[in-house]
């Protein structure tokens, strides 16, 4: 099931500009990895397939994780934003109120209107989205986006959460592939909702 929401993806050509622009909105950086290998399982998520990437993780009232790819990134109509006045999340599909049934059945939450809060397992692993209907905006995005690419959430049972966002409408499911970071091995998966948003498990008490 998943447990909470762990961070928004910020894909970004420029590295250290984009640690820079997080950090005058009152980002603090926590930990910064250099040259991470590429898992090959989210190639077809991606425009090209990088081989290595560097990722910084930032905190303000929710995690940011910036992730610049050796292939670059790519300039494309955005599904994801971050309203850094208000903390929001939000989402710009063409079916806002597909897009919000999908969101209630699989995450932890509860759902006002066009918008939906995240209750995770602890406080830090809650977040606000909020769902703006655009009939014309784009239907998806690729992860090597510049700007706002992914949602990341933790999951302890990833094979059950990836069939379960699949029978309801997900699509583009990656196996579970596996990320070292200084040793620590994660499992993450990923996929797309309906909505074409590209949302990221990551599992988390792997016996």
Same mark, same amino acid.
């Given at each position: 099931?998943i447990?909470?929401?762990?961070?928004?993806?910020?894909?970004?050509?420029?590295?250290?500009?984009?640690?820079?622009?997080?950090?005058?909105?009152?980002?603090?950086?926590?930990?910064?990895?250099?040259?991470?290998? /590429?898992?090959?399982?989210?190639w077809? &998520?991606?425009? *090209?397939? =990088?081989?290595?990437?560097?990722?910084? #993780?930032? $905190?303000?009232?929710?995690?940011?994780?910036?992730?610049?790819?050796?292939?670059?990134?790519?300039?494309?109509?955005?599904?994801?934003?971050?309203? /850094?006045?208000?903390?929001?999340?939000? &989402?710009?599909? *063409?079916? =806002?109120?597909?897009?919000?049934?999908? #969101?209630? $059945?699989?995450?932890?939450?509860?759902?006002?209107?066009?918008?939906?809060?995240?209750?995770?397992?602890?406080?830090?692993w809650?977040?606000?989205?909020?769902?703006?209907?655009?009939?014309?905006?784009?239907?998806?995005?690729?992860l090597?986006?510049?700007?706002?690419?992914?949602?990341?959430?933790?999951?302890?049972?990833?094979?059950?959460?990836?069939?379960?966002?699949?029978?309801?409408?997900?699509?583009n499911?990656?196996e579970?592939?596996?990320?070292?970071?200084?040793?620590?091995?994660?499992?993450?998966?990923?996929?797309?909702?309906?909505?074409?948003?590209?949302?990221?498990?990551?599992?988390?008490?792997?016996?």
């Open positions: 099931m447990l909470g929401f762990s961070h928004l993806t910020f894909g970004a050509r420029d590295f250290e500009q984009a640690i820079k622009s997080f950090r005058s909105m009152g980002f603090v950086p926590t930990n910064v990895y250099r040259s991470v290998q /590429s898992a090959p399982a989210k077809p &998520l991606m425009t *090209q397939p =990088a081989q290595k990437h560097d990722l910084a #993780l930032l $905190k303000r009232s929710l995690t940011v994780e910036i992730v610049s790819h050796d292939t670059g990134s790519v300039d494309r109509p955005p599904v994801l934003d971050f309203d /850094s006045t208000t903390g929001d999340i939000m &989402l710009r599909v *063409q079916d =806002a109120r597909r897009e919000l049934d999908f #969101l209630e $059945k699989v995450l932890p939450c509860t759902r006002a209107g066009d918008r939906i809060a995240i209750h995770g397992a602890f406080p830090t809650s977040a606000r989205l909020r769902l703006v209907e655009d009939r014309s905006g784009p239907h998806s995005q690729p090597d986006i510049e700007g706002y690419s992914s949602l990341a959430f933790y999951s302890n049972n990833i094979e059950e959460d990836v069939r379960c966002f699949v029978e309801l409408g997900a699509g499911a990656t579970e592939f596996f990320v070292e970071l200084n040793g620590r091995r994660i499992g993450v998966a990923m996929l797309r909702s309906p909505g074409g948003v590209i949302l990221e498990l990551l599992r988390i008490n792997r016996q």
